[in-house]
């Protein structure tokens, strides 16, 4: 079935050190991409999104980057600090799941100071 | 803006009661609203999907009868979990969409329900 995943389950980085996380999808059809933030206990939290016309899009330390070839996603964040440290996920939307929005699996993001 | 609220934020109940749990828009009227169940370590996994003023609809495998979801009014939905098990402990977490803000697709996530039922 349709499912977006992740390549690594944990991430860990050095504090200013730049974290890059990954995302694979399946579904052809998708349309809309996003990355959300999740610490313990809490809901996610929007960090950035990207349309697929799109491969590339920069907020603030976050760089989004999409290959619709390959149906890969990955977040980049810039000088990573201890307060990044969550697990991460990719979410994707397509044509044919209307409004609903498939997660992957998530990744774990330790910032050692 | 685009605040989510859910209430309560953790609640422990008996095998055999039933827990509600709210979903609130408070600075927006959320034409759709989403419920996601999330295990420890796990990714969040949509429950169901509920408009204003309609019946829910429901993922494959989730027993409607069992999730209850009213979504009466733009701004408040409710999720009631009936005869909880301790199986139906999770962490619920609702989001909100509004057609009419923004580019109208976004979801804006509460900050989940802690359910433990013992």
């Known amino acids: 079935g349709e499912s977006v995943g992740l390549h690594l389950p944990t991430l860990s980085v050095q504090e200013g050190d730049n974290s890059i996380i990954n995302c694979a999808y399946s579904?052809?059809?998708?349309?809309?991409f996003i990355w959300y933030k999740q610490e313990s206990g809490k809901g996610p939290q929007f960090i950035i999104d990207?349309?697929?016309?799109?491969d590339k899009r920069q907020g603030q330390r976050v760089t989004v980057l999409l290959n619709k070839t390959v149906k890969h996603l990955s977040l980049q964040i810039a000088a990573t600090q201890p307060g990044d440290s969550a697990v991460y996920f990719c979410?994707?939307?397509?044509?044919?799941?209307?409004?609903?929005?498939?997660f992957g699996e998530g990744t774990q993001l330790t910032v050692n100071p | 803006g685009a605040v989510v609220s859910q209430h309560p934020s953790w609640v422990i109940c008996k095998s055999g009661t039933s827990v509600k749990i709210e979903c609130r828009s408070l600075?927006?009227?959320?034409?759709?609203m989403f419920w996601y169940r999330q295990f420890p370590k796990q990714s969040l996994m949509l429950m169901a999907t509920?408009?204003?003023?309609?019946?829910?609809?429901?993922e494959q495998g989730v027993e409607k009868d069992k999730f209850l979801i009213n979504h009466a009014s733009l701004t408040l939905s409710t999720l009631t979990v009936t005869s909880a098990h301790p199986e139906d402990s999770s962490f619920y977490i609702c989001?909100?969409?509004?057609?009419?803000?923004?580019?109208?697709?976004?979801?804006?996530f509460g900050p989940g329900t802690r359910l433990t039922v013992t």
């Open positions: 989001s909100a969409r509004d057609v009419f803000r923004g580019r109208g697709y976004e979801q804006y």
């Open positions: 579904n052809s059809a998708s349309d809309y």
């Open positions: 990207i349309r697929s016309n799109m």
């Open positions: 979410a994707e939307n397509g044509e044919t799941s209307g409004s609903r929005l498939t």
């Open positions: 600075d927006f009227q959320a034409t759709t």
């Open positions: 509920s408009n204003e003023g309609s019946k829910a609809t429901y």
